[in-house]
């Protein structure tokens, strides 16, 4: 089984025991709240699968397979621990999605086979490569749709990470969740966050996504707002009139890291997985595991 020093040592070009296969990896499914042990290659298959659109460009799906391994060694060197004493789950709130050939196919009635093949060439195209930050694993986020402008990790999470930037995405327009509507009565609103008939933003970032928000008498973080709202993401414009407020949200997801729709729009414009990775996660590098 890799370990984390066997990756530490990699990453560093120092002797270290051999890797000769993809390692194991022990899975935590949440339906069936058991372990599957699988390689870090068919974890990385079936990841991609569930977290990426199975009709995107090839381009696209490399660099998400690219992001999902990293993204799982990275979690296996900080020791995250899942239920069972898994090192992995498929829950989304802690990990990453996964499913397997089985279920890849009832998710895809028609043509499963050759999108899955699709999928496993994205994996063997890439096998074995990680994205680095100064010898060290990235935290390799990625979401569904930016809807124009990534967040950084300064204003998300208010700690500034060096590849966590906010960049300009023209790509993901495509997505349905580039823009989206929504409209809420006062009642509605009153029901989510107590009575009155007011909202003011308090505080933006420089992507436009809100950090804080006063909602009637209540004051919240732009996460909370949009848990609250059941918004796809803290990029609002918000309006109001006499009968309610009307939200005008662009993207969906976190807005940190890689841009799915945005990997895809480039991958349509004829750009490869390392230059979708290298725009989204900036003055990184590559590196390939030795397995």
Known sequence: MITAMAVFFAIRGCQAPLITDSPPVKVYRSKTQQIEQ??????????????????????????????????ALRKLVDGKNYPRGAE????????????????????????NEQLWDKIQQAVDETRGEVILYENQLIDALYHSTCGGQTASALEAYGRDVAYLQSVECGYCQQSRRYRTEQYFTWQQVA???????????????????????????????????????DLPSTWCTISSDREGINITSRGYGHGMGLCQYGAQGMALQGKNYRQ????????????????
């Open 88 to 111: 992995l789950s498929d829950d989304i709130t802690t990990c990453q999605a996964f499913v397997n050939a089985e279920e890849f196919a009832e998710l895809h009635p028609q043509h």
């Open 191 to 229: 029901d989510l966050a107590g009575e009155g008939k007011s909202i003011q933003v308090l505080a933006a970032a420089p992507s436009g996504r809100i950090q804080k928000i006063k909602v009637n008498h209540k004051v919240m973080s732009g996460s909370e707002f949009r848990r609250i709202f």
């Open 276 to 291: 979708i990775l290298s725009h989204y996660y900036q003055d990184t590098q590559l590196y390939k595991l030795p397995y």
């Open 38 to 71: 699988l390689s870090l290659e068919q974890y990385v298959l079936g990841t991609v699968a569930a977290e990426m659109p199975a009709s995107f460009e090839l381009e696209a799906l490399k660099a998400q397979a690219v992001c999902a391994r990293t993204y």
